[in-house]
């Protein structure tokens, strides 16, 4: 079936470590992204790619890192610069150009928690 | 500033009953506006999308309105049932130079008790 896939769902990390979040997507969509969703606030945007080998910065990218090797997959990286980066970290696509909805596709997110 | 407002942030309803979330928004120039459910701990999935033409769309059970002057929308759920439990999103797209820019609002978090 298609669909984005992100792992893991759950993550501990300690201060002081960089962690990598994965999400990959086999809808053939052009457009990633990465959200952060904390509670009582909408989702924030991280970063986001509309082509492989490139991607921009959204409204909260310190301490965040991405890359775009592969039209599939768009990994977040989050650093030990990241102050507070306790979160649910939320991965979406969209298919761009004539035909699309401009929907975003949701996959079901990781959960990221500092000790 | 784009913004989106959502109204009330949280609601307790028994089953069977209707409710009514709302959305107000601040964005231009507009483009489309989409409502989405969240369950707990899982990714939001579109329930429906409204353009600027449309005042009323249902899905089911879940019906939204759009009234572009007053830059409104709100969702309405009938005849609620205990999976309705979740948090609702109201998405605004805004197309500019840059693309089609999304503002996200905070959400309505539902419960629905037997």
């Known amino acids: 079936d298609g669909g984005i896939t992100q792992s893991p769902k759950y993550l501990f990390r300690k201060e002081g470590q960089n962690v990598t979040l994965s999400c990959e997507q086999n809808l053939n969509h052009d457009a990633m992204y990465w959200y952060r969703q904390d509670p009582g606030q909408g989702l924030r945007l991280i970063y986001y790619s509309q082509i492989v080998n490139d991607f921009q910065k959204g409204d909260i990218a310190e301490g965040y890192s991405v890359s775009r090797e592969k039209k599939e997959s768009f990994p977040l990286t989050v650093t030990s610069a990241q102050k507070n980066p306790t979160a649910f970290y939320l991965c979406?696509?969209?298919?761009?150009?004539?035909?699309?909805?401009?929907?975003?596709?949701f996959g079901e997110g990781s959960r990221l928690t500092v000790l | 500033k784009n913004q989106v407002e959502q109204s009330p942030q949280s609601l307790i309803i028994l089953e069977g009953k209707n409710c009514t979330l709302q959305c107000n928004y601040t964005v231009s120039p507009f483009s489309n506006l989409r409502w989405y459910k969240q369950d707990t701990g899982r990714g939001p999935v579109s329930l429906t999308i409204?353009?600027?033409?449309?005042n009323t769309k249902s899905n089911g059970r879940y019906t939204a309105t759009l009234d572009a002057d007053t830059k409104q929308s709100s969702l309405h759920i009938t005849a609620s049932q205990l999976s309705d439990s979740a948090s609702y999103i109201c998405?605004?797209?805004?197309?500019?130079?840059?693309?089609?820019?999304?503002?996200f609002g905070g959400g309505t978090r539902l419960m629905v008790k037997p």
């Open positions: 998405v605004v797209s805004a197309m500019n130079n840059a693309g089609n820019m999304l503002t």
């Open positions: 979406a696509s969209k298919g761009l150009g004539r035909g699309n909805t401009g929907e975003l596709f």
């Open positions: 409204m353009t600027f033409s449309e």
